[in-house]
């Protein structure tokens, strides 16, 4: 188990910008597992916004493509998110996830079911 702690979330205008941090007690985490945000509506199924493995490899929804940067930080122990450009539709809780499976650093995947370790999620609300 990685734990996971997501914190930036908020309201902001549809324009404007947010950055999401995922942090971890574990040194080396963003460095030896593939990691990535998720978000969530209502009801919906969970599904990926943005993954990153080895080397700065990336693969993005095509509805933040653009818009949505995923990062890691230099210690090995956090991930971010910037968000720009905010839409209504991106109104959602965002989780950050880290994966265990080797391939992903190579071919990072934004399906869910291959993340097993999950933080607590933090809001983000965009008003148009």
């Known amino acids: 188990q990685v734990p996971l702690v997501e914190s930036g979330g908020g309201s902001v205008q549809a324009g404007g910008s947010l950055r999401l941090s995922c942090t971890t007690s574990?040194?080396?985490?963003?460095?030896?597992?593939?990691m990535g945000w998720f978000r969530q509506y209502p009801g919906k199924e969970r599904e990926g916004v943005a993954v990153?493995?080895?080397?700065?490899?990336?693969n993005y929804h095509g509805s933040v493509k653009g818009r949505f940067s995923i990062s890691k930080g230099n210690g090995g122990n956090t991930l971010y998110l910037q968000m720009n450009n905010l839409k209504s539709e991106d109104t959602a809780m965002y989780y950050c996830?880290?994966?265990?499976?080797?391939?992903?650093?190579?071919?990072?995947?934004?399906?869910?079911?291959?993340?097993?370790?999950w933080g607590q999620g933090t809001q983000v609300t965009v008003s148009s």
């Open positions: 996830a880290a994966s265990g499976a080797h391939w992903c650093q190579w071919r990072p995947s934004l399906e869910k079911g291959i993340y097993g370790d």
């Open positions: 574990e040194a080396g985490t963003s460095t030896n597992y593939c």
């Open positions: 990153i493995g080895r080397d700065g490899i990336t």
